[in-house]
């Protein structure tokens, strides 16, 4: 009668121990699903970050009027590969001095003279300035609509019961009985 019972608990140690590798293995799996997604949400946040930044540089290009074009050679490849990404590069070509932007994908870049340069540098210096303008006047927005004097408490009747909300400049409810 012992004999049986030993068959019993080796079977239920070696079901036990295939379990638990399955698991072992479900765990691991679903581990590297999960880096493998949080390295992918990171990329796309990344890319949306930096997309907007790199589609305006080069409609500033485009207007100022660096001409695309396309790399068609793996010689060309190459030698846009070697470019630092985002930065317009002084580039030598036959003696000439040229201005390269290179796309995100390296498969075409913008290219300009000296003229088109002077035009970039400008309208990026007109934009710089214009955004530094738009943050000083929302600050300057901000200081006076708090130095505009004292709030003014107004009360409102919210709900199917009209309870008395009472409201402070945007914010509510508050209690000014209860210095809140």
Excluded at 34 to 41: E, F, K
Excluded at 136 to 150: C, D, H, I
């Amino acid at each position: 009668m012992k004999e049986p019972e030993k068959y019993n608990r080796n079977s239920l140690q070696n079901n036990n121990t295939s379990k638990t590798k399955h698991m072992k293995k479900l765990l691991t799996l679903t581990g590297i699903a999960g880096i493998g997604a949080v390295l992918a949400l990171l990329a796309a946040c990344q890319t949306t970050g930096t997309g907007q930044a790199v589609v305006q540089k080069e409609s500033l290009l485009s207007q100022s009027g660096f001409k695309v074009k396309t790399v068609t050679t793996p010689k060309q490849q190459q030698r846009v590969s070697q470019l630092p990404p985002n930065v317009v590069s002084a580039v030598k070509y036959q003696g000439k001095l040229y201005y390269v932007y290179p796309t995100a994908k390296k498969d075409q870049v913008y290219v300009g003279k000296q003229a088109q340069y002077d035009v970039y540098k400008q309208a990026l210096k007109a934009k710089i300035i214009s955004q530094q303008a738009q943050q000083a006047n929302q600050t300057t927005q901000q200081q006076q609509q708090m130095l505009e004097g004292s709030p003014v408490w107004s009360g409102e009747t919210a709900g199917p019961r009209h309870v008395q909300v009472q409201v402070f400049d945007g914010f509510g409810p508050l209690d000014p009985m209860q210095g809140d």
